[in-house]
């Protein structure tokens, strides 16, 4: 794919990453790579991360085995399972997510665990009043084990009250551990990107985030953007007004044109979805919409980019009015629903 790719700066992750530790009041970073670094590389974004994080967090060993880094390697809840705990990487934490799986526990290596604590999510977790018993236990039956840190998720920070609640739950049971564990986390993007929440997680020593290191969120707080998807244009044809253009005869040319081909379509998942049919009323609304509207994702010199006709499986048609045909054409998609195939290139 040579006519198309994604543009990664390092520069930009390492302003955030300065930003985040600035907001989260010098916490300790567990830098989140998950689904392929937010669809970013994780080999190529680990990498330029790892002098500056102090733990890196996955969902999966397969993830954990991309990791460029020889830190330690955080396997997050919800997806540890029991057979994980066999791997021969030496620089996993696993997640300890549930009582059930603390019986079945390797004895045979030293390896370290964080706890993850349910305090409202309902998705895996120890309850929070069973928090105190599972410590006892893994201290007591497991010399092998260290536990290294103890952590909960905040699932729900758009709702402030909610929120403080979870926060102080978590408070209430781990206050205690704060001088014995040496790790204790609860705030992810949304959580540093809250003041308030930072202040009421003063207890915690460390921030587990992802979105905000590549810039998905936290515009406001001054964190950037740090990829940008590119096209150059791979052939230009003339087109004679009348003419229909592209598939399903979607678009009718209203006067001579050139016409721009770019490499790139539905299977890179570029406009998100293939259409789905919903009905005449959505249709027509949809039509009138965008009729009104032009909200442009592609983009030259600095203005938008008109696409003709709809885009399909590999191809995309636009008017090259005003477009050099050595123009670099900026696409606004985002690489979490992106295919992660697209090439990436990382200055
Ligand atoms: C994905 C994930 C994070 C990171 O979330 P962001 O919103 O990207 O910061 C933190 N903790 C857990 C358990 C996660 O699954």
Redesign the pocket.
């Known amino acids: 794919m040579k006519n198309f790719w994604c543009e990664v700066y390092s520069e930009k992750i390492l302003d955030n990453l300065n930003i985040i530790k600035k907001l989260s009041g010098e916490k300790k970073l567990?830098a989140?790579v998950?689904?392929n670094a937010?669809g970013l590389g994780i080999e190529g974004i680990s990498e330029i991360l790892d002098p500056y994080v102090d733990y890196f967090?996955v969902?999966d060993m397969e993830e954990a085995q991309k990791v460029n880094t020889e830190k330690e390697i955080l396997l997050?809840?919800?997806l540890v399972t029991i057979n994980d705990f066999n791997s021969n990487m030496n620089n996993i934490i696993y997640t300890v997510d549930n009582e059930k799986i603390i019986e079945k526990l390797p004895v045979d290596k030293d390896y370290k665990v964080h706890i993850?604590v349910d305090t409202g999510m309902s998705r895996m977790g120890i309850a929070a009043d069973r928090l105190d018993d599972v410590i006892y236990k893994l201290s007591k039956d497991f010399t092998n084990i260290r536990i290294d840190g103890i952590?909960t998720?905040l699932h729900n920070t758009k709702n402030r009250k909610y929120t403080i609640k979870q926060i102080n739950t978590f408070k209430n049971i781990v206050l205690k551990y704060k001088d014995i564990i040496p790790n204790i986390h609860c705030l992810?993007?949304?959580?540093?990107l809250n003041d308030e929440y930072v202040r009421l997680c003063d207890f915690t020593n460390m921030?587990?985030?992802?979105?905000?290191?590549?810039g998905?969120?936290g515009a406001s707080k001054g964190l950037k953007k740090v990829f940008s998807f590119k096209a150059k244009v791979v052939n230009v044809c003339e087109v004679k007004s009348g003419q229909y253009i592209g598939y399903g005869c979607t678009y009718k040319a209203k006067k001579d044109m050139h016409l721009g081909i770019l490499g790139f379509g539905n299977i890179e998942h570029f406009g998100f979805v293939k259409e789905v049919k919903h009905g005449i009323i959505y249709d027509l609304a949809k039509v009138v919409y965008n009729h009104i509207k032009f909200r442009p994702i592609l983009f030259a010199e600095g203005r938008g980019v008109r696409i003709l006709g709809r885009p399909n499986m590999n191809v995309t048609l636009i008017d090259m009015d005003g477009i050099n045909s050595d123009s670099i054409i900026t696409v606004d998609i985002t690489p979490i629903l992106a295919d992660s195939a697209v090439k990436k290139i990382y200055f």
């Open positions: 567990i989140v998950k689904g937010y967090a969902s997050l809840s919800p993850y952590y998720h992810n993007s949304s959580g540093v921030v587990r985030a992802g979105n905000v290191i590549y998905y969120d």
